[in-house]
């Protein structure tokens, strides 16, 4: 299916997924995030093996700390995986509310 805007074919396209892979192997909300990402496949015509997303995942080597996994699925139901190590949270954090409401 090719995907259109103000006449234009748009290439390149990818469905993007961000979670947590923790220490220990798991995935935080993994099923919620596969959901979302089979529902936007289907919705756009594409090609969503979970079954391949899910192999992709468990080859993923476990690290010393959690990890931020970034999913991408192409139109063609090419998976992409790329990590990233997550710091650990600082020992306090600084809040501010903004003087402006925005709806």
Known sequence: MD?????QKLSGLELIENFRRQADGSYRDLPLNLERLQRSATRLGWPCDLRAVQAALNGLVAGPGDLRVRLTLDGAGRI???TADIPPNPASWRLGIASVRLD
């Open 3 to 7: 995907l259109f805007f103000s006449g």
């Open 80 to 82: 992409g995986l790329q």
